[in-house]
T-cell receptor, first 115, second 117 residues
Framework: AQSVAQPEDQVNVAEGNPLTVKCTYS??????LFWYVQYPNRGLQFLLK??????LVKGSYGFEAEFNKSQTSFHLKKPSALVSDSALYFC?????????????FGTGTRLQVFP | KAGVTQTPRYLIKTRGQQVTLSCSPI?????VSWYQQTPGQGLQFLFE???????NKGNFPGRFSGRQFSNSRSEMNVSTLELGDSALYLC????????????????FGPGTRLTVL
């Protein structure tokens, strides 16, 4: 069965410092992986996805993610955090079979960026 | 293009009542999915519709149902509401890309916050 895990409930980082939000996955077949962000009282916003190709994926708002097959990880990164990046971040994996749009989400990581 | 819209944004119901939530996908998107978000269970998949047909269903009781119309708009219905149904219900749509199965992202609406008293 497809699954993702986000080992950290919360990540704290100072503004201007690099940030990393961790995600590991367990899949059968090709991993189709996604990152979403949720701001208070809002829906989920798509940040980026890994389908195939380069292991470093660039997305919205300066975020990027590194796909690592040997470590089954898909960590979200940003070189310089902003206070406005404070939000809830979800990692997700496409379920099987691939003719469904169903995503399986991690438990979420709350990112807090301090001024 | 306008994003995914959901109505109403907030609902308060009492136990035993039923509720209908509505979702309008992004123009041109024919696939619509519903998710339930709660603090305890996180994001849980409810069901998915494509071209008016239910293509996938999550592990929820039969009190939860949905449908999709010919214009791709979707509704979900919850009958005999229970306290545990209090949640944020999120609708998402995606574009079916030929030959690109599995890799299309979903776009989410703002959600409907349902409170059951």
């Amino acid at each position: 069965a497809q699954s993702v895990a986000q080992p950290e409930d919360q990540v704290n980082v100072a503004e201007g410092n690099p940030l990393t939000v961790k995600c590991t996955y367990s899949v059968s077949g090709n991993p189709y992986l996604f990152w979403y962000v949720q701001y208070p009282n809002r829906g989920l916003q798509f940040l980026l996805k890994y389908i195939t190709g380069d292991n470093l994926v660039k997305g919205s708002y300066g975020f990027e993610a590194e796909f690592n097959k040997s470590q089954t990880s898909f960590h979200l990164k940003k070189p310089s955090a902003l206070v406005s990046d404070s939000a809830l971040y979800f990692c997700a994996v496409r379920d099987l079979p691939y003719n469904t749009d169903k995503l399986i989400f991690g438990t979420g990581t709350r990112l807090q960026v301090f001024p | 293009k306008a994003g995914v819209t959901q109505t109403p944004r907030y609902l308060i119901k009492t136990r035993g009542q039923q509720v209908t939530l509505s979702c309008s996908p992004i123009s041109g998107h024919r696939s619509v999915s519903w998710y339930q978000q709660t603090p305890g269970q996180g994001l849980q998949f409810l069901f998915e519709y494509f071209s008016e047909t239910q293509r996938n269903k999550g592990n929820f009781p039969g009190r939860f149902s949905g449908r999709q119309f010919s214009n791709s708009r979707s509704e979900m219905n919850v009958s005999t509401l229970e306290l545990g149904d209090s949640a944020l219900y999120l609708c998402a749509s995606s574009e079916e890309l030929a030959g690109f199965r599995g890799g299309n992202e979903q776009f989410f609406g703002p959600g409907t916050r349902l409170t059951v008293l």
